[in-house]
């Protein structure tokens, strides 16, 4: 809708974007509005020392860097179900900032990891294909926003060794469709039955 008519925007220009669906701007959300974030582009991270370095960050062409807790600060205060796609390098490392409730967050990777070819197969999922692959969907027509996670996780995991994160329970913790958390420990955080666990809102949520 044309919220950012800059093809080169700011920071600033990021911000009044969330702002504009914040109390008062001129798209509020309500409680039952979701907001679809999909973000594709370079990441970065100043140490890549491991989640707990928090300060991750997505460059824009202009050389402004918005950082993990920034975008965290932009998207506070949005009603509704908030859903973040992050396809950049890095991206694992904005899960401990974004995590809350009613808030998906799916990244390409870890926060040490770097990326390639993930968005592509995500997009394929949603389209379809996740939920007809007898290895992620459950052929009801529809594809979840985990059937496309788990999708597209598969394939990277598949063919490199890198390892798509989802995080849906707001415990700021991200795991792989297999069980493995951001810093590759199995802890069981993952189960699409179980509503404390990662996946279960994704498995219910369509984009």
């Given amino acids: ?115 390639g070819g993930w968005v592509e197969k995500f997009t394929e999922g949603l389209q379809g294909n996740a939920d007809t692959d007898p290895n992620t969907g459950n052929n009801n027509g529809y594809a979840s926003i985990e059937e496309a996670y788990h999708y597209a996780a598969i394939h990277v995991l598949t063919n490199s060794d890198v390892h798509s994160q989802l995080d849906d329970n707001g415990d700021l913790n991200g795991h792989d469709y297999n069980g493995y958390d951001m810093m590759g420990n199995f802890d069981e955080g993952y189960d699409t039955t179980d509503s404390s666990k990662d996946g279960y809102l994704a498995a219910r949520k369509y984009a």
Avoid at 48 to 68: E, K, M, R
């Fill in 1 to 115: 809708e044309g919220l950012v008519d800059d093809d080169n925007p700011t920071e600033v220009d990021i911000q009044n974007v969330f702002n504009k669906f914040k109390s008062g701007g001129t798209h509020q959300m309500d409680n039952d509005d979701f907001l679809f974030v999909l973000w594709v582009d370079h990441g970065g991270d100043d140490a890549s020392n491991g989640i707990d370095a928090h300060n991750t960050y997505f460059p824009l062409h202009n050389g402004d860097n918005i950082y993990d807790h920034e975008l965290a600060n932009y998207v506070n205060g949005i009603s509704g179900s908030l859903r973040f796609i992050l396809q950049p390098c890095y991206s694992g490392g904005f899960i401990n900032d974004l995590s809350g409730d009613n808030r998906i967050i799916i990244t390409s990777v870890r926060e040490t990891e770097t990326e």
